[in-house]
């Protein structure tokens, strides 16, 4: 049973981690790869930096500038982004919101999620991915699980030739 607020948000956000549950947030531990592409940098919100996606439908919150997770462990946490549109209106579901944490604070996370690690990355193909995400400009950001190669920068390595030595 996919949550609810997924469901609102079929055109983003779809792949079979969604089907895991019904919260209103889904946790995993990931290695972040480079995803500044995509994200246009809001700046430090009081001790957070903000990024929105270019479709203007996903929010990244973290407490380092995008540019300082590239390659690093963190825990991540998937929900509805609500945004009021009009004074006195209730919050409406708008997006979605990542949530990046340092991989230190990871009470939320339960016992078998501790032991997963998952990667993010920038795609245009996702045919592997847990989790896909519409970030725009015909970018999908997906989550893979980890037994793919990938390089700090969140490509996958071709086979046979090293990241340094590929070929263009």
């Not at 079979?16 to 919260?23: F, T, Y």
């Not at 430090?44 to 203007?56: D, E, L, V």
Request: with cysteine.
């Amino acid at each position: 049973m996919t949550p609810e607020w997924t469901s609102q948000l079929k055109h983003l956000i779809s792949g079979p981690l969604l089907e895991s549950g019904d919260r209103q947030s889904i946790c995993f531990r990931a290695i972040l790869g480079d995803l500044r592409s995509r994200f246009i940098p809001k700046g430090q919100i009081g001790r957070g930096y903000r990024a929105i996606a270019r479709n203007g439908r996903v929010l990244l919150a973290s407490m380092q500038p995008l540019d300082q997770l590239i390659g690093r462990e963190a825990d991540i946490r998937l929900q509805a982004w609500r945004k009021v549109i009009l004074p006195g209106e209730e919050p409406e579901i708008f997006g979605v919101l990542i949530c990046v944490q340092g991989f230190e604070d990871s009470s939320y996370l339960n016992r078998s999620q501790k032991h997963e690690i998952f990667h993010v990355r920038l795609s245009d193909d996702a045919a592997s991915a847990e989790i896909t995400l519409d970030v725009g400009g015909g970018s999908t950001l997906v989550l893979e699980k980890e037994n793919h190669e990938i390089h700090e920068s969140g490509e996958k390595k071709k086979s046979g030739l090293p990241f340094r030595a590929r070929r263009k």
